[in-house]
């Protein structure tokens, strides 16, 4: 699947340079360097939905009682990059150009258990992505210091997934902490809407939304896992550990939640049901702001 994709983002570069190559009409030909950054939205899939999931089962657990804290999603991050674009005609463009996006959150929650231990465990997942985008760009001028832009186009992903749970019993007596770390690779598409104010001197400022799907799957990685308690310490390290996505029935209240497993193993307790490879939806919008350099 990864050398499909591969060799799909190089049909789409070879026929980029070729549409570059020097022709009769070269002299029509305008570059532009574009400078952009800003926040994005993303969805993050299963790796909210797996949180979510067991933080919701322990708010049902009549066992548990939840004493503090809240569970948060991973939804807002930040975006920058940058992209050269070849104007063949002032209102058509080809660019290429890489960003780096980062979407992260930490949630904590304080819990007391039916055998009166109280506990505060942490979550801190965070999502990574480099897209190489070839992009088609549109211009209409609407105005001598305006023009109105479309862009659409594909990227190649090159993505990170972080996973950390931290969990500790309040009295000191215990702790236990779990990292994980996959890469992934995944073809996604992406179109949006912007404007151009034109400063003069070959420079104009961009504001533009961009909304963009990609999802990164077979996620795969070491789990770091280590015990504490008073002069003890015990590690269990997994070697390419499976992020997986599963539906939990809990045998304190027979309801269904997701949840997310990470081991070398497909879970197979009788309380796991519709197991599969999870997911980390990358989709979702961006908003950016930049400047624009012609020449």
Not at 74 to 96: D, K, L, R, T
Not at 259 to 273: H, Q, R
Request: charged letters at 20%.
């Amino acid at each position: 699947m990864k050398k499909t994709q591969k060799k799909s983002v190089l049909g789409i570069l070879i026929l980029t340079f070729l549409l570059l190559s020097p022709s009769s009409s070269e002299s029509r030909i305008k570059f532009e360097l574009k400078f952009f950054g800003g926040g994005n939205i993303l969805q993050a899939g299963d790796l909210n939905s797996g949180i979510r999931g067991l933080v919701d089962n322990w708010h049902d657990d009549p066992e548990v009682t939840i004493t503090g804290g809240r569970f948060r999603p991973i939804e807002y991050g930040f975006e920058y990059g940058a992209e050269f674009i070849v104007n063949f005609i002032p209102q058509i463009g080809i660019g290429i150009g890489a960003c780096y996006l980062q979407a992260y959150r930490s949630s904590r929650l304080e819990s007391t258990w039916f055998d009166g231990e109280s506990y505060i465990d942490t979550f801190k997942p965070k999502i990574r992505a480099v897209p190489v985008s070839c992009s088609l760009h549109f211009r209409l001028p609407v105005a001598s210091f305006l023009s109105v832009t479309a862009t659409a186009g594909a990227s190649y992903y090159y993505g990170t997934v972080n996973w950390n749970l931290h969990w500790e019993l309040t009295n000191g007596q215990g702790s236990y902490d779990e990292s994980w770390k996959s890469k992934s690779e995944t073809i996604g598409y992406h179109g949006g809407l912007g404007f151009e104010f034109h400063l003069g001197h070959g420079i104009s400022l961009v504001i533009e939304g961009l909304e963009r799907f990609a999802t990164l799957k077979d996620l795969k990685g070491d789990l770091n896992r280590i015990w504490k308690s008073p002069g003890l310490e015990q590690s269990n390290p997994i070697k390419n550990a499976t992020f997986w996505y599963t539906e939990y029935k809990s045998l304190a209240t027979d309801k269904v939640f997701p949840l997310v497993v990470i081991d070398s193993e497909m879970p197979s307790d009788l309380s796991y049901s519709s197991v599969r490879k999870g997911k980390v939806d990358l989709s979702g919008i961006a908003l950016r702001t930049g400047f624009e350099i012609k020449f």
